[in-house]
């Protein structure tokens, strides 16, 4: 890679300093352009994982034997041209990367937004609405942070309290997801969920310069159809759990 450098003044005004030009990518992740559009592309691959997750999820309707293939499928694919569990972990650490870059551009947008707001804002009624989305976008997206970091406890790692057993998932579902209270925490996480999908479906178009007024209905229809797809999805299986339909 080209090494770059330039000349500018020391920060204490006494002759000047070299110093090596951040690649082109920083450069322009710098910018609040450059952080929304990471927004944008980051919560893509995240709502590609949750659909596909929601989807998998369904299995679950159709017995024990299917739902824990479909688990062991995953760990098993493009073997035995990867070893097993590497594409797997391969589209983990793909996730754990949008996730973070998600995270860090949201907090650093915030800042940004706060420094800006500072000088001056545009329009009381502007101020109202961007301070409402992005309120809102800031607790779903907490709770859901949360919720994640539980989930995983509850169901991958280590079992929240009931006997978890590594690897049988249907049962590790159907046991945990009996308690009401761990039902009741899995539909308020998928409402938050819901919420924060809508608004960043809707938004994302807007951070990658597609805002024609005119495509404004299709958006607005693609963000709540998305979202309320997660969300019944999401909230039919701590409901099929508690009405015995999923049972161990
Ligand atoms: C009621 C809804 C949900 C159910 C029943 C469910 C079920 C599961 C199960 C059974 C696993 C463990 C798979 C295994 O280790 O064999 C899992 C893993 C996971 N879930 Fe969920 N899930 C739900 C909602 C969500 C939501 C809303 C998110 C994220 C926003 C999410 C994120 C994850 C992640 C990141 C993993 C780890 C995946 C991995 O280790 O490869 N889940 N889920």
């Known amino acids: 890679m080209a090494t770059t450098t330039v000349t500018r003044p020391n920060t204490r005004g006494r002759g000047t300093e070299r110093r090596r030009k951040p690649p082109a990518l920083v450069e322009i992740y710098r910018s609040a352009v450059g952080k929304k559009y990471v927004m944008a592309i980051t919560g893509i691959m995240l709502m590609g994982f949750v659909f596909a997750h929601m989807v998998g999820n369904l299995k679950m309707f159709l017995g024990p034997a299917q739902f824990d293939h479909y688990g062991h499928f995953l760990r098993e694919l493009l073997v035995p041209i990867l070893p097993r569990t590497v594409t797997l972990w391969l589209m983990r650490l793909g996730l ?10 949201a907090y650093a947008l915030t800042r940004m937004n706060h420094a800006a707001r500072k000088v001056g804002y545009k329009s009381k009624r502007d101020y109202i609405a961007a301070n409402y989305a992005s309120r809102t976008m800031r607790w779903s997206g907490i709770i859901v942070g949360l919720f994640i970091v539980w989930h995983l406890f509850d169901l991958s790692w280590t079992g929240t309290g009931y006997h978890f057993y590594r690897g049988a998932a249907y049962h590790n579902v159907a046991a945990s997801l009996h308690r009401p209270p761990v039902a009741a925490l899995y539909i308020v996480a998928n409402l938050a969920l819901g919420l924060h999908l809508f608004h960043g479906a809707w938004s994302l178009f807007q951070s990658l310069g597609w805002s024609n007024p005119k495509f404004n209905r299709l958006r607005r229809n ?3 159809g998305f979202a309320t797809i997660i969300v019944v999805g999401n909230v039919s299986f701590p409901i099929a759990v508690l009405a015995g339909v999923v049972s161990n």
């Open 96 to 105: 754990i990367g949008a996730f973070a870059l998600h995270i860090h551009a």
């Open 222 to 224: 693609f963000a709540a």
